[in-house]
Protein backbone atom coordinates (compact mmCIF):
# COMPACT_ATOMS: atom_id res chain seq x y z
CA UNK A 1 0.00 0.00 0.00
CA UNK A 2 1.26 3.34 -1.08
CA UNK A 3 0.99 5.50 2.18
CA UNK A 4 0.47 9.14 3.01
CA UNK A 5 3.54 9.30 5.29
CA UNK A 6 5.60 7.88 2.45
CA UNK A 7 4.14 11.61 0.20
CA UNK A 8 4.84 13.60 2.97
CA UNK A 9 8.65 12.16 3.06
CA UNK A 10 8.98 12.89 -0.69
CA UNK A 11 7.89 16.49 0.35
CA UNK A 12 10.12 16.63 3.00
CA UNK A 13 13.34 16.06 0.66
CA UNK A 14 11.96 18.29 -1.60
CA UNK A 15 12.14 20.86 1.15
CA UNK A 16 15.43 19.57 2.22
CA UNK A 17 16.90 19.85 -0.69
CA UNK A 18 15.80 22.97 -1.85
CA UNK A 19 17.07 24.38 1.44
CA UNK A 20 20.65 23.13 0.45
CA UNK A 21 20.49 24.96 -2.29
CA UNK A 22 19.47 28.08 -0.76
CA UNK A 23 21.95 27.59 1.90
CA UNK A 24 25.42 27.48 -0.91
CA UNK A 25 23.36 30.43 -2.90
CA UNK A 26 25.23 33.33 -2.64
CA UNK A 27 23.11 35.96 -4.09
CA UNK A 28 20.80 35.25 -1.67
CA UNK A 29 21.48 38.22 0.93
CA UNK A 30 19.60 35.99 3.95
CA UNK A 31 20.68 32.54 2.40
CA UNK A 32 20.69 30.67 6.07
CA UNK A 33 17.83 31.82 7.40
CA UNK A 34 16.15 30.90 4.16
CA UNK A 35 17.74 27.99 4.72
CA UNK A 36 16.89 27.60 7.99
CA UNK A 37 13.34 27.66 7.72
CA UNK A 38 12.91 25.79 4.64
CA UNK A 39 15.30 22.62 5.87
CA UNK A 40 13.29 22.80 9.26
CA UNK A 41 10.18 22.73 7.45
CA UNK A 42 11.22 19.60 5.81
CA UNK A 43 12.60 18.11 8.72
CA UNK A 44 9.97 19.37 10.70
CA UNK A 45 7.48 17.24 7.52
CA UNK A 46 9.55 13.67 8.97
CA UNK A 47 9.41 14.44 12.38
CA UNK A 48 5.39 14.60 11.91
CA UNK A 49 5.13 10.93 10.90
CA UNK A 50 6.53 10.07 14.58
CA UNK A 51 3.98 12.50 16.68
CA UNK A 52 0.60 11.07 14.05
CA UNK A 53 1.76 7.36 15.67
CA UNK A 54 2.48 8.34 18.59
CA UNK A 55 6.28 7.01 18.78
CA UNK A 56 7.19 10.77 19.28
CA UNK A 57 6.59 13.48 21.71
CA UNK A 58 5.00 16.35 20.13
CA UNK A 59 6.74 19.51 22.14
CA UNK A 60 9.70 19.42 20.50
CA UNK A 61 7.75 19.88 17.15
CA UNK A 62 5.72 22.91 18.76
CA UNK A 63 9.02 24.28 19.43
CA UNK A 64 10.18 23.90 15.70
CA UNK A 65 6.89 25.44 14.51
CA UNK A 66 7.03 28.30 16.61
CA UNK A 67 10.77 28.79 15.04
CA UNK A 68 9.17 28.84 11.69
CA UNK A 69 6.94 30.81 12.58
CA UNK A 70 9.52 33.71 14.01
CA UNK A 71 11.99 32.90 11.25
CA UNK A 72 9.46 33.82 8.29
CA UNK A 73 7.88 36.64 11.07
CA UNK A 74 10.56 38.97 11.52
CA UNK A 75 11.35 38.37 7.70
CA UNK A 76 14.60 36.60 8.30
CA UNK A 77 14.45 34.84 5.16
CA UNK A 78 15.18 36.20 1.47
CA UNK A 79 15.31 35.17 -2.28
CA UNK A 80 17.62 34.70 -4.50
CA UNK A 81 18.74 35.73 -7.85
CA UNK A 82 16.54 34.03 -10.37
CA UNK A 83 17.31 31.39 -12.87
CA UNK A 84 14.56 32.61 -15.26
CA UNK A 85 15.92 32.63 -19.04
CA UNK A 86 15.32 36.35 -20.43
CA UNK A 87 11.91 36.53 -21.77
CA UNK A 88 13.11 36.50 -25.71
CA UNK A 89 14.74 33.20 -25.06
CA UNK A 90 11.52 32.08 -23.25
CA UNK A 91 9.62 33.34 -26.38
CA UNK A 92 11.13 31.77 -28.87
CA UNK A 93 11.05 27.76 -26.39
CA UNK A 94 7.20 29.08 -26.43
CA UNK A 95 7.38 29.30 -30.29
CA UNK A 96 9.17 25.74 -30.86
CA UNK A 97 6.94 24.05 -28.22
CA UNK A 98 3.87 25.43 -28.44
CA UNK A 99 0.84 24.18 -26.94
CA UNK A 100 2.56 20.97 -26.24
CA UNK A 101 3.84 23.08 -22.99
CA UNK A 102 0.46 22.98 -21.49
CA UNK A 103 0.56 18.90 -21.74
CA UNK A 104 2.67 18.34 -18.39
CA UNK A 105 0.93 20.69 -16.82
CA UNK A 106 -2.39 19.21 -16.92
CA UNK A 107 -1.09 15.83 -16.83
CA UNK A 108 -1.28 16.72 -12.55
CA UNK A 109 -5.10 17.23 -12.41
CA UNK A 110 -5.96 14.36 -14.70
CA UNK A 111 -3.10 11.42 -12.59
CA UNK A 112 -5.27 13.10 -9.54
CA UNK A 113 -8.52 12.24 -11.01
CA UNK A 114 -8.19 8.81 -11.63
CA UNK A 115 -6.16 8.30 -8.70
CA UNK A 116 -8.74 9.46 -6.63
CA UNK A 117 -11.46 7.43 -8.86
CA UNK A 118 -10.42 4.43 -10.48
CA UNK A 119 -7.29 3.31 -8.52
CA UNK A 120 -9.28 4.28 -5.60
CA UNK A 121 -10.94 0.42 -5.93
CA UNK A 122 -7.48 -1.64 -6.89
CA UNK A 123 -6.76 -3.69 -4.35
CA UNK A 124 -3.59 -6.09 -4.35
CA UNK A 125 -3.61 -8.96 -2.35
CA UNK A 126 -6.66 -7.59 -0.62
CA UNK A 127 -5.15 -4.28 0.40
CA UNK A 128 -6.16 -1.48 -0.81
CA UNK A 129 -3.16 0.30 -3.49
CA UNK A 130 -3.66 3.88 -2.09
CA UNK A 131 -4.11 4.32 1.73
CA UNK A 132 -7.75 5.24 2.18
CA UNK A 133 -8.59 8.63 2.63
CA UNK A 134 -5.74 10.05 1.43
CA UNK A 135 -6.38 9.18 -2.40
CA UNK A 136 -6.65 12.69 -4.21
CA UNK A 137 -3.82 13.67 -2.07
CA UNK A 138 -1.45 10.61 -3.29
CA UNK A 139 -3.19 11.45 -6.59
CA UNK A 140 -1.34 14.98 -6.39
CA UNK A 141 1.58 13.27 -5.45
CA UNK A 142 1.77 10.76 -8.01
CA UNK A 143 0.66 13.23 -11.08
CA UNK A 144 3.17 15.55 -10.22
CA UNK A 145 6.32 13.10 -10.35
CA UNK A 146 4.26 12.14 -13.84
CA UNK A 147 3.80 15.56 -14.89
CA UNK A 148 8.28 16.26 -14.32
CA UNK A 149 8.92 12.77 -16.14
CA UNK A 150 6.58 14.11 -19.10
CA UNK A 151 7.81 17.71 -18.74
CA UNK A 152 11.77 16.32 -19.25
CA UNK A 153 10.80 14.04 -21.78
CA UNK A 154 9.18 16.53 -23.86
CA UNK A 155 11.57 19.10 -23.32
CA UNK A 156 14.64 17.49 -23.36
CA UNK A 157 15.72 18.96 -20.11
CA UNK A 158 18.26 16.14 -18.34
CA UNK A 159 19.19 17.74 -15.49
CA UNK A 160 16.95 17.38 -12.75
CA UNK A 161 18.32 20.35 -11.02
CA UNK A 162 16.87 22.44 -13.42
CA UNK A 163 13.43 22.15 -12.29
CA UNK A 164 14.31 21.84 -9.14
CA UNK A 165 16.15 25.22 -8.95
CA UNK A 166 12.86 26.59 -10.82
CA UNK A 167 10.89 25.28 -8.29
CA UNK A 168 13.14 26.62 -5.44
CA UNK A 169 13.11 30.04 -6.94
CA UNK A 170 9.13 29.98 -6.99
CA UNK A 171 9.45 28.61 -2.95
CA UNK A 172 11.39 31.62 -2.74
CA UNK A 173 9.11 34.24 -4.14
CA UNK A 174 6.11 33.06 -2.41
CA UNK A 175 8.30 33.19 0.91
CA UNK A 176 6.96 32.10 4.58
CA UNK A 177 2.96 33.21 2.68
CA UNK A 178 3.65 29.27 1.54
CA UNK A 179 3.35 28.18 5.22
CA UNK A 180 0.14 30.59 6.03
CA UNK A 181 -2.60 28.27 4.86
CA UNK A 182 -1.17 25.52 7.42
CA UNK A 183 -0.72 27.40 10.32
CA UNK A 184 -4.11 28.53 10.02
CA UNK A 185 -5.68 25.16 10.47
CA UNK A 186 -3.12 25.08 13.35
CA UNK A 187 -4.42 27.98 14.94
CA UNK A 188 -7.66 26.44 13.90
CA UNK A 189 -7.24 23.33 15.92
CA UNK A 190 -5.80 25.07 18.78
CA UNK A 191 -9.04 27.14 18.56
CA UNK A 192 -11.03 24.55 19.33
CA UNK A 193 -9.15 22.55 21.96
CA UNK A 194 -9.45 25.79 23.58
CA UNK A 195 -12.97 25.58 23.80
CA UNK A 196 -13.62 28.37 21.02
CA UNK A 197 -15.79 26.68 18.80
CA UNK A 198 -18.19 25.62 21.94
CA UNK A 199 -18.02 29.29 23.23
CA UNK A 200 -18.99 30.68 19.72
CA UNK A 201 -21.06 27.76 19.06
CA UNK A 202 -23.02 28.65 22.73
CA UNK A 203 -23.30 32.23 21.53
CA UNK A 204 -24.51 31.77 17.84
CA UNK A 205 -27.47 29.01 18.90
CA UNK A 206 -28.15 31.75 21.91
CA UNK A 207 -28.67 34.57 19.08
CA UNK A 208 -30.19 32.21 16.31
CA UNK A 209 -33.39 31.14 16.15
CA UNK A 210 -33.95 27.19 16.37
CA UNK A 211 -33.74 24.88 13.58
CA UNK A 212 -34.04 28.13 11.44
CA UNK A 213 -31.47 26.77 8.21
CA UNK A 214 -31.98 28.97 5.90
CA UNK A 215 -31.14 31.99 8.79
CA UNK A 216 -28.03 30.00 9.50
CA UNK A 217 -26.66 29.26 6.31
CA UNK A 218 -27.01 32.91 5.45
CA UNK A 219 -25.09 33.78 8.57
CA UNK A 220 -22.35 31.76 7.85
CA UNK A 221 -21.95 32.78 4.54
CA UNK A 222 -22.36 36.80 5.46
CA UNK A 223 -19.94 35.94 8.50
CA UNK A 224 -17.35 34.61 5.89
CA UNK A 225 -17.59 37.09 3.88
CA UNK A 226 -17.83 39.74 5.97
CA UNK A 227 -14.79 38.49 8.47
CA UNK A 228 -13.04 38.18 5.53
CA UNK A 229 -13.57 42.03 3.90
CA UNK A 230 -12.21 42.67 7.99
CA UNK A 231 -8.95 40.66 7.86
CA UNK A 232 -8.46 40.67 3.82
CA UNK A 233 -7.86 37.03 3.93
CA UNK A 234 -10.69 33.67 3.66
CA UNK A 235 -8.20 31.80 4.43
CA UNK A 236 -8.10 33.36 8.62
CA UNK A 237 -12.10 34.12 8.57
CA UNK A 238 -12.34 30.07 7.60
CA UNK A 239 -11.36 28.33 10.82
CA UNK A 240 -12.96 31.17 13.04
CA UNK A 241 -16.68 30.99 11.09
CA UNK A 242 -16.28 27.50 10.76
CA UNK A 243 -15.59 26.58 14.27
CA UNK A 244 -18.55 28.66 15.62
CA UNK A 245 -21.48 28.41 13.04
CA UNK A 246 -20.43 25.99 10.32
CA UNK A 247 -19.23 22.85 12.36
CA UNK A 248 -21.48 22.81 15.13
CA UNK A 249 -24.56 24.57 13.84
CA UNK A 250 -24.49 23.80 10.56
CA UNK A 251 -23.21 20.41 9.86
CA UNK A 252 -23.39 18.61 13.44
CA UNK A 253 -26.79 20.50 14.66
CA UNK A 254 -28.73 20.09 11.22
CA UNK A 255 -27.27 17.21 9.62
CA UNK A 256 -25.16 19.36 6.34
CA UNK A 257 -23.45 17.67 4.43
CA UNK A 258 -19.84 18.56 5.13
CA UNK A 259 -17.99 19.07 1.88
CA UNK A 260 -20.45 20.99 0.40
CA UNK A 261 -21.32 23.57 3.52
CA UNK A 262 -17.12 24.17 3.41
CA UNK A 263 -16.20 24.30 0.17
CA UNK A 264 -19.48 27.30 -0.37
CA UNK A 265 -18.53 28.82 2.81
CA UNK A 266 -14.66 29.26 1.75
CA UNK A 267 -16.45 30.47 -1.65
CA UNK A 268 -18.38 32.91 0.23
CA UNK A 269 -15.69 34.34 2.00
CA UNK A 270 -13.73 35.13 -2.12
CA UNK A 271 -16.79 36.97 -2.08
CA UNK A 272 -15.87 39.47 0.39
CA UNK A 273 -12.18 39.18 -0.79
CA UNK A 274 -13.25 40.82 -4.23
CA UNK A 275 -14.47 44.02 -2.83
CA UNK A 276 -12.06 44.46 0.62
CA UNK A 277 -9.39 46.64 -0.06
CA UNK A 278 -7.37 44.92 2.95
CA UNK A 279 -6.55 42.27 0.31
CA UNK A 280 -4.60 44.73 -1.31
CA UNK A 281 -2.46 41.96 -3.88
CA UNK A 282 -5.70 41.24 -5.57
CA UNK A 283 -7.33 44.73 -5.26
CA UNK A 284 -5.04 47.76 -4.96
CA UNK A 285 -2.20 46.44 -6.92
CA UNK A 286 -3.35 45.70 -9.61
CA UNK A 287 -4.72 49.37 -9.57
CA UNK A 288 -1.30 50.28 -9.43
CA UNK A 289 -0.14 47.95 -12.10
CA UNK A 290 -2.67 49.44 -14.39
CA UNK A 291 -1.68 53.09 -13.46
CA UNK A 292 -5.41 54.03 -12.32
CA UNK A 293 -6.46 57.11 -10.72
CA UNK A 294 -8.75 55.72 -9.04
CA UNK A 295 -7.06 52.82 -6.73
CA UNK A 296 -10.61 51.33 -5.94
CA UNK A 297 -11.30 50.95 -9.59
CA UNK A 298 -11.00 47.19 -9.73
CA UNK A 299 -13.22 46.85 -6.72
CA UNK A 300 -15.82 49.01 -8.28
CA UNK A 301 -16.10 46.89 -10.86
CA UNK A 302 -16.15 43.81 -8.66
CA UNK A 303 -18.75 44.77 -6.32
CA UNK A 304 -21.98 43.63 -8.16
CA UNK A 305 -20.69 40.62 -9.01
CA UNK A 306 -19.61 39.40 -5.74
CA UNK A 307 -23.33 40.64 -3.85
CA UNK A 308 -24.70 38.46 -6.35
CA UNK A 309 -22.27 35.27 -6.13
CA UNK A 310 -23.10 35.47 -2.01
CA UNK A 311 -26.50 35.41 -2.58
CA UNK A 312 -26.00 32.25 -5.36
CA UNK A 313 -23.52 30.95 -2.36
CA UNK A 314 -26.61 31.29 -0.14
CA UNK A 315 -29.31 29.20 -1.81
CA UNK A 316 -27.17 26.82 -2.99
CA UNK A 317 -25.84 25.80 0.45
CA UNK A 318 -29.80 25.96 1.33
CA UNK A 319 -31.10 23.83 -1.80
CA UNK A 320 -27.98 21.54 -2.11
CA UNK A 321 -26.27 20.76 1.59
CA UNK A 322 -28.93 19.75 3.39
CA UNK B 1 -15.95 33.22 27.28
CA UNK B 2 -12.53 34.55 27.84
CA UNK B 3 -10.51 32.19 25.34
CA UNK B 4 -12.57 34.68 22.80
CA UNK B 5 -10.31 36.89 23.33
CA UNK B 6 -7.68 34.33 20.50
CA UNK B 7 -10.00 35.25 18.51
CA UNK B 8 -10.18 39.02 18.37
CA UNK B 9 -6.15 38.59 18.64
CA UNK B 10 -6.88 37.69 14.60
CA UNK B 11 -8.95 39.81 13.49
CA UNK B 12 -7.55 43.06 15.01
CA UNK B 13 -3.82 41.33 13.76
CA UNK B 14 -4.77 40.88 10.58
CA UNK B 15 -6.77 44.08 10.41
CA UNK B 16 -4.13 45.89 11.37
CA UNK B 17 -1.54 44.03 8.83
CA UNK B 18 0.53 42.43 11.05
CA UNK B 19 3.03 39.86 9.80
CA UNK B 20 0.03 37.12 9.39
CA UNK B 21 2.78 34.42 10.63
CA UNK B 22 2.89 36.40 14.00
CA UNK B 23 -0.45 36.80 14.71
CA UNK B 24 -1.55 33.11 13.97
CA UNK B 25 1.49 32.35 16.43
CA UNK B 26 0.54 35.07 19.29
CA UNK B 27 -3.16 34.20 18.84
CA UNK B 28 -2.38 30.70 19.03
CA UNK B 29 -0.13 30.71 22.28
CA UNK B 30 -2.77 33.45 23.91
CA UNK B 31 -5.77 30.99 22.95
CA UNK B 32 -4.14 27.88 24.47
CA UNK B 33 -2.81 29.78 27.78
CA UNK B 34 -6.74 30.89 28.17
CA UNK B 35 -7.87 28.04 27.84
CA UNK B 36 -6.24 26.71 30.50
CA UNK B 37 -3.28 24.90 28.62
CA UNK B 38 0.16 24.17 30.50
CA UNK B 39 2.83 25.98 28.12
CA UNK B 40 3.35 22.13 27.55
CA UNK B 41 0.47 21.74 26.33
CA UNK B 42 0.29 24.31 23.96
CA UNK B 43 3.23 23.61 22.32
CA UNK B 44 1.92 19.95 22.45
CA UNK B 45 -0.94 21.17 20.17
CA UNK B 46 0.86 23.45 17.91
CA UNK B 47 3.36 20.14 17.37
CA UNK B 48 0.02 17.27 17.02
CA UNK B 49 -1.80 20.15 14.57
CA UNK B 50 0.96 20.76 12.18
CA UNK B 51 2.02 17.13 11.83
CA UNK B 52 -1.76 16.56 10.70
CA UNK B 53 -2.15 19.39 8.98
CA UNK B 54 0.58 19.03 6.66
CA UNK B 55 -1.40 18.31 3.38
CA UNK B 56 -2.36 21.58 3.32
CA UNK B 57 1.60 22.45 2.11
CA UNK B 58 1.56 19.59 -0.46
CA UNK B 59 0.97 21.48 -3.12
CA UNK B 60 4.90 22.22 -3.16
CA UNK B 61 5.28 18.95 -5.18
CA UNK B 62 3.78 20.54 -7.80
CA UNK B 63 6.24 23.77 -7.93
CA UNK B 64 9.32 22.25 -10.19
CA UNK B 65 7.40 21.15 -13.20
CA UNK B 66 5.51 24.49 -12.99
CA UNK B 67 8.99 25.73 -12.80
CA UNK B 68 10.47 23.94 -15.25
CA UNK B 69 7.55 24.97 -17.78
CA UNK B 70 7.55 28.43 -17.08
CA UNK B 71 11.03 28.19 -17.68
CA UNK B 72 10.82 26.86 -21.28
CA UNK B 73 7.91 29.80 -22.29
CA UNK B 74 4.51 28.39 -20.43
CA UNK B 75 3.21 32.18 -19.76
CA UNK B 76 4.37 33.12 -23.05
CA UNK B 77 2.25 30.47 -24.42
CA UNK B 78 -0.37 31.32 -22.46
CA UNK B 79 -0.13 35.23 -24.03
CA UNK B 80 0.25 33.79 -27.47
CA UNK B 81 -3.06 31.94 -27.15
CA UNK B 82 -4.93 34.56 -25.44
CA UNK B 83 -3.79 36.96 -28.50
CA UNK B 84 -5.44 35.26 -30.96
CA UNK B 85 -8.70 36.61 -29.97
CA UNK B 86 -7.96 39.73 -30.98
CA UNK B 87 -10.98 41.21 -32.97
CA UNK B 88 -13.52 41.04 -30.82
CA UNK B 89 -15.36 43.84 -28.59
CA UNK B 90 -14.34 44.23 -25.29
CA UNK B 91 -16.79 42.81 -23.52
CA UNK B 92 -16.77 39.48 -25.13
CA UNK B 93 -12.94 39.67 -25.28
CA UNK B 94 -13.08 40.01 -21.13
CA UNK B 95 -15.66 37.79 -21.33
CA UNK B 96 -13.84 34.87 -22.89
CA UNK B 97 -10.68 35.46 -21.12
CA UNK B 98 -12.96 35.20 -17.66
CA UNK B 99 -13.84 31.70 -18.95
CA UNK B 100 -9.99 30.98 -19.96
CA UNK B 101 -8.97 31.44 -16.85
CA UNK B 102 -11.57 29.77 -14.78
CA UNK B 103 -10.81 26.75 -16.32
CA UNK B 104 -6.93 26.55 -16.45
CA UNK B 105 -7.45 27.69 -12.75
CA UNK B 106 -9.78 24.53 -12.44
CA UNK B 107 -6.72 22.47 -13.39
CA UNK B 108 -3.98 23.82 -11.30
CA UNK B 109 -2.44 26.80 -13.74
CA UNK B 110 -3.30 29.39 -11.34
CA UNK B 111 -0.10 31.43 -12.18
CA UNK B 112 -0.57 31.79 -16.58
CA UNK B 113 -2.55 34.77 -15.32
CA UNK B 114 -2.50 37.76 -12.82
CA UNK B 115 -2.21 41.51 -12.76
CA UNK B 116 1.54 41.03 -13.44
CA UNK B 117 1.98 38.38 -15.63
CA UNK B 118 -1.10 38.61 -17.87
CA UNK B 119 -3.86 42.04 -17.02
CA UNK B 120 -1.45 44.86 -17.58
CA UNK B 121 0.86 43.51 -20.59
CA UNK B 122 -1.68 42.33 -22.22
CA UNK B 123 -5.67 42.19 -20.94
CA UNK B 124 -5.62 45.30 -20.39
CA UNK B 125 -4.30 46.91 -23.47
CA UNK B 126 -6.34 44.47 -26.00
CA UNK B 127 -9.51 45.58 -24.32
CA UNK B 128 -8.91 49.31 -24.44
CA UNK B 129 -7.37 48.66 -28.13
CA UNK B 130 -11.22 46.88 -29.15
CA UNK B 131 -12.87 49.67 -27.12
CA UNK B 132 -10.61 52.11 -28.95
CA UNK B 133 -11.40 50.66 -32.53
CA UNK B 134 -15.03 50.64 -32.04
CA UNK B 135 -15.00 54.17 -30.95
CA UNK B 136 -13.18 54.94 -33.57
CA UNK B 137 -11.26 57.72 -31.17
CA UNK B 138 -8.95 57.20 -28.36
CA UNK B 139 -10.98 56.52 -24.86
CA UNK B 140 -11.56 59.42 -22.54
CA UNK B 141 -10.08 59.02 -19.03
CA UNK B 142 -12.91 57.83 -17.17
CA UNK B 143 -13.86 55.00 -19.78
CA UNK B 144 -10.11 53.78 -20.31
CA UNK B 145 -9.92 53.46 -16.46
CA UNK B 146 -13.32 51.92 -16.85
CA UNK B 147 -12.30 49.46 -19.12
CA UNK B 148 -8.69 48.68 -17.37
CA UNK B 149 -10.97 48.13 -13.68
CA UNK B 150 -13.15 45.12 -15.42
CA UNK B 151 -9.63 43.57 -16.86
CA UNK B 152 -8.31 43.07 -13.81
CA UNK B 153 -12.00 42.31 -11.85
CA UNK B 154 -12.23 39.70 -14.91
CA UNK B 155 -8.59 38.08 -13.90
CA UNK B 156 -9.33 38.13 -10.16
CA UNK B 157 -12.74 36.72 -10.08
CA UNK B 158 -11.59 34.11 -12.99
CA UNK B 159 -9.16 32.99 -10.79
CA UNK B 160 -11.17 32.97 -7.24
CA UNK B 161 -14.16 30.79 -8.99
CA UNK B 162 -11.72 28.42 -10.85
CA UNK B 163 -9.07 27.53 -8.63
CA UNK B 164 -11.34 25.54 -5.85
CA UNK B 165 -12.26 23.01 -8.41
CA UNK B 166 -8.52 22.21 -8.81
CA UNK B 167 -8.16 19.76 -5.85
CA UNK B 168 -4.36 21.19 -4.63
CA UNK B 169 -5.14 24.86 -3.72
CA UNK B 170 -4.25 26.09 -0.81
CA UNK B 171 -7.67 26.62 -0.14
CA UNK B 172 -9.13 23.55 -0.77
CA UNK B 173 -5.99 21.49 1.42
CA UNK B 174 -6.97 24.19 4.11
CA UNK B 175 -10.48 22.83 4.87
CA UNK B 176 -9.22 19.41 4.62
CA UNK B 177 -6.54 20.40 6.74
CA UNK B 178 -8.31 22.15 9.81
CA UNK B 179 -11.34 19.81 9.75
CA UNK B 180 -9.11 16.66 9.11
CA UNK B 181 -6.97 17.62 12.22
CA UNK B 182 -9.24 19.45 14.24
CA UNK B 183 -12.90 17.24 13.85
CA UNK B 184 -10.99 14.02 13.14
CA UNK B 185 -12.41 13.54 9.84
CA UNK B 186 -11.53 12.02 6.63
CA UNK B 187 -12.73 14.82 4.17
CA UNK B 188 -11.33 14.33 0.49
CA UNK B 189 -10.56 17.30 -1.27
CA UNK B 190 -12.18 16.31 -4.05
CA UNK B 191 -15.35 16.20 -2.89
CA UNK B 192 -15.06 19.78 -2.08
CA UNK B 193 -13.88 20.52 -5.39
CA UNK B 194 -16.56 19.39 -6.74
CA UNK B 195 -19.39 21.28 -4.71
CA UNK B 196 -17.16 24.43 -5.82
CA UNK B 197 -18.35 23.68 -9.33
CA UNK B 198 -21.78 24.88 -9.10
CA UNK B 199 -20.92 28.14 -7.67
CA UNK B 200 -17.78 28.31 -10.36
CA UNK B 201 -20.94 28.37 -12.95
CA UNK B 202 -22.67 31.17 -11.14
CA UNK B 203 -19.82 33.22 -11.29
CA UNK B 204 -19.52 32.91 -15.28
CA UNK B 205 -22.73 33.48 -15.76
CA UNK B 206 -22.95 36.69 -13.48
CA UNK B 207 -19.70 38.15 -14.44
CA UNK B 208 -20.00 37.12 -17.86
CA UNK B 209 -23.09 38.75 -18.66
CA UNK B 210 -21.85 42.18 -16.62
CA UNK B 211 -18.82 42.04 -19.00
CA UNK B 212 -20.92 41.51 -22.13
CA UNK B 213 -23.34 44.36 -20.64
CA UNK B 214 -19.98 46.32 -20.32
CA UNK B 215 -20.16 46.86 -24.07
CA UNK B 216 -23.55 48.62 -23.86
CA UNK B 217 -22.55 50.86 -21.33
CA UNK B 218 -19.23 52.15 -22.92
CA UNK B 219 -21.26 52.74 -26.31
CA UNK B 220 -23.48 54.92 -24.28
CA UNK B 221 -20.98 57.05 -22.51
CA UNK B 222 -19.27 57.40 -25.86
CA UNK B 223 -22.35 58.52 -27.24
CA UNK B 224 -22.62 61.40 -24.22
CA UNK B 225 -19.11 62.41 -24.67
CA UNK B 226 -19.26 62.78 -28.10
CA UNK B 227 -22.19 64.86 -27.51
CA UNK B 228 -20.39 66.71 -25.09
CA UNK B 229 -17.58 67.14 -27.20
CA UNK B 230 -19.88 68.44 -30.26
CA UNK B 231 -21.94 70.96 -27.95
CA UNK B 232 -18.44 71.99 -26.94
CA UNK B 233 -17.92 72.80 -30.50
CA UNK B 234 -20.56 74.68 -31.08
CA UNK B 235 -20.46 77.01 -27.89
CA UNK B 236 -16.44 77.50 -28.93
CA UNK B 237 -18.24 78.83 -32.59
CA UNK B 238 -21.00 80.82 -30.69
CA UNK B 239 -18.98 82.40 -28.79
CA UNK B 240 -16.44 82.89 -31.43
CA UNK B 241 -19.80 84.63 -33.19
CA UNK B 242 -20.49 87.01 -30.24
CA UNK B 243 -17.06 88.63 -30.33
Not at chain 2, 67 to 75: A, D, K, S, V
Request: charged share 15%.
Amino acid sequence: MIKSEYFFWLVGAVFLVMAAQMAIDRTNPKRFGSAAFWGLLGAAFFYSTGVVDESLPAEPLGVVVLVLIVLGGFGLTGKGESHTPPREKRAASAARFGNKLFLPALTIPVVAMICATLVKNWKIGGEPVLEPGYETILGLGVGAVAALAVGMVLLRERKVSVPLHSGRNMLESMGWALLLPQLLSVLGSIFQTAGVGDQVGRITEAVLPDGQRLVAVAVYCGGMALFTIVMGNAFAAFPVMTAAIGWPVLIEQMNGNAPAVLAIGMLCGFCGTLVTPMAANFNLVPAALLELKDQYGPIKAQLPTAAALLVCNVVIMALFAF
Amino acid sequence: MIVLLGVLVVILGFATRRNPLLVVGAAGIITGLLGKLSPQEVLASFGNSFASARSVTVFVITLPVIGLLERYGLQEQARTLIGKLGKLTTGRFLTLYLLIRQLTASVGLTSIGGPAQSVRPLIAPMAEAAAEAKAGRPLPQKLREKVRSHASGADTIGVFFGEDCFIAIGSILLITGFVNSTYDQHLEPLHLALWAIPSAICAFLIHGARLLNLDRQLERELAVTAAENDLAAHAGTRTEDAK
